[in-house]
């Protein structure tokens, strides 16, 4: 095999002493570039000359380019390829794949197994320092796969000071992630995490004297666990929004933006407590101001008294005077309470079922804190 006059090559004496005794490499010229990334090199071999060969670090080759092929001690049929006319890539280095894909072997109990390093100012880079790309539509596998068989964290993320920021813990049956999140507030740690379908909040700061957790889309709409004052535990949410219970994906009670709550059917409680089950309902309501106009307890549509409802509760008037109610009241009737001054509070049931207060004689100003049960 003829070689470029330029090209020395080294003796074996010297290649031995260079490789630490190791087979000395063996000069040839590339002849085919294969698919698979391989370079097929002729080489002066008396073997047999016809060696595939993979490129180190992704040099660039061209036909005819003359190289060194180095084989494995323990493995003569496994060689890479070094010494190139061609250039190498600029930016990144891309692995070729392989039948069996690419392994880095860790061989040392201290030190990194793998690392991708790069230290350039901003303005020379445009692109991560690290991407995994899938870049076919029909390929269902994973992206990416990290299992751990010992008993560490599964993954760790650091920021520019060294301080660990978010992990990921592992346990039999789930794992929790977990994040640092000191620069909110005093405290130090929230996450999520899931153990046969339940979910489980940890805690993150909220301000120099609140702590808890949030969960949901964004931070004014999320749910929220926390301490007020570092008295007292809320369940709520960050925002003007509504509280909703459940279970099998069904409401079974809600907290209006309000503070009402609301049980069964009911989504606009109209007192302190509002249930309806489909038949009857409970309300416990406070109404004050009530004067010429209609106030409504019960609307249209809410669980409407159908039957009959009975009142039990307290109505007084600015004269003042107080009256304790006890009246039943049914579909299309009505309870009118006078304070002997010309002054008169009805409770009504319309036909549509919709109860009601209004002050229908006098000037007097009456407030009513009264519980309803109906059919």
């Not at 596998?141 to 060294?162: H, K, L, M, S, W």
């Not at 709409?221 to 004052?229: I, K, M, P, S």
Request: proline share 3%.
């Amino acid at each position: 095999m003829a070689l470029d006059s330029g090209f020395e090559l080294a003796t074996n004496a010297q290649f031995r002493e260079l490789s630490n005794f190791i087979t000395p490499p063996r000069a040839g010229k590339v002849t085919a570039i294969e698919v698979s990334g391989q370079v097929r090199v002729d080489t002066d071999d008396p073997d047999g000359g016809d060696v595939l060969a993979w490129p180190l670090n992704d040099f660039t080759y061209s036909v005819n380019d003359v190289v060194y092929v180095q084989f494995g001690v323990n493995n003569p049929d496994s060689a890479i390829v070094f010494g190139s006319k061609g250039a190498k890539p600029t930016g990144y280095v891309r692995l070729a794949g392989r039948v069996g894909g690419q392994r880095v072997t860790g061989i040392a109990s201290t030190g990194i197994a793998l690392e991708v390093y790069r230290n350039l100012a901003a303005a020379s880079t445009d692109s991560p320092v690290f991407q995994i790309y899938q870049d076919h539509a029909s390929d269902d596998q994973p992206v990416a796969v990290f299992r751990q068989d010992g008993t560490g964290n599964i993954i760790e993320c650091y920021n520019n000071t060294a301080a660990k920021v978010m992990w990921t813990e592992q346990g039999s049956t789930y794992s929790i992630i977990r994040t640092d999140v000191s620069t909110l507030g005093t405290s130090a740690f929230s996450g999520f995490g899931a153990a046969t379908n339940q979910g489980r909040i940890e805690y993150s700061a909220y301000g120099s004297a609140l702590s808890g957790s949030h969960f949901g889309q964004t931070r004014a709409g999320a749910g929220l666990f926390r301490t007020v004052d570092l008295t007292k535990f809320l369940l709520g949410t960050f925002d003007s929004s509504p509280v909703y219970f459940g279970t099998n994906d069904t409401l079974a009670g809600m907290i209006s933006t309000t503070q009402n709550w609301g049980f069964g059917t009911v989504t606009t409680p109209q007192g302190k407590l509002h249930a309806f089950d489909g038949t009857g309902g409970f309300l416990f309501v406070t109404k004050t101001g009530v004067v010429g106009s209609l106030v409504t307890l019960i609307p249209d549509g809410t669980g409407d008294v159908t039957k009959t409802c009975y009142c039990v509760g307290v109505i007084t008037n600015s004269t003042p005077t107080n009256f304790a109610v006890a009246n039943k009241i049914d579909n299309g009737g009505n309870a009118n309470f006078t304070d002997g001054a010309g002054n008169t509070i009805q409770l009504a049931v319309s036909a549509a079922g919709v109860l009601t207060a209004q002050r229908t004689l006098g000037t007097a100003t009456w407030a009513l804190t009264i519980l309803v049960v109906w059919q």
